[in-house]
């Protein structure tokens, strides 16, 4: 069964320091998302991409995250300057198009461990 | 307003049992309404979705009831087995036909299976 695969599942830190977070989102699926879930808390939406631009974004999302889809099967988030803020575990999603279909499959996370 | 309220925050029910979680939203543009099972260390996993215009949808076990005059659903959760032992989530997008909106996530039930 297709899914999303995220690396690298654990990712240490020291504040300030750019870290890019990487998803092979499923193949057919034009849809990407990122989430991100402080230890014990609920998943937080992110961003959302979609033809090589983002269509949504929350809050959260502010100038120091990016998103990038550098080739036909990566889909990236970017934190350019991370604070202790930072730490949590990253989900990236994915869905399809025009099927009707809403469904988001996630990866399993990358933790992001700022220091 | 884009809140999701999701209730209980942890929830023990015996091997064989029913069990129940609740979910209230107050944004009346949300038309698609997944529930996600997580386990410790993975990314949430999509159990079951529904849209606004059935009351109720059945697979397997678990059971998405949908009252869209009180802005309410729930997951029920039949002959329940220590495999589901995990952390629930639901969660409300608005599902635009070809939209890339992202899920709001309830805080998440805790829910232990004894058995």
């Known amino acids: 069964e297709p899914e999303v695969t995220q690396t690298p599942s654990h990712q240490v830190t020291q504040m300030g320091q750019e870290v890019i977070l990487r998803c092979v989102p499923i193949s057919n699926h034009l849809y990407f998302y990122w989430y991100r879930q402080i230890l014990g808390q609920k998943v937080e939406f992110l961003v959302s991409f979609y033809n090589n631009e983002i269509s949504e974004k929350s809050e959260i999302f502010d100038d120091q995250f990016s998103v990038e889809r550098p080739d036909g099967s990566n889909f990236t988030l970017k934190i350019r300057s991370t604070k202790l803020e930072d730490s949590a575990m990253y989900f990236c999603a994915s869905s399809q198009i025009g099927t009707g279909s809403y469904e988001q499959y996630f990866g399993p996370g990358t933790r992001l461990t700022v220091t | 307003q884009q809140q999701v309220k999701q209730s209980p925050q942890s929830l023990i029910v015996q091997k064989g049992g029913i069990s129940i979680i609740n979910c209230a939203y107050e944004n009346t543009a949300f038309d698609y309404f997944p529930w996600y099972q997580q386990f410790p260390g993975k990314g949430p996993a999509l159990l079951i979705a529904?849209?606004?215009?059935?009351s109720e949808k059945k697979e397997g076990r678990f059971t998405i009831s949908f009252n869209k005059s009180a802005k309410q659903f729930s997951l029920h959760i039949m002959d329940s087995q220590p495999g589901d032992s995990a952390t629930y989530f639901c969660a409300a997008s608005i599902g635009r036909m070809g939209g890339a909106d992202g899920l709001t996530f309830g805080k998440g039930t805790h829910l232990i299976i004894q058995p």
């Open positions: 529904i849209r606004p215009d059935v």
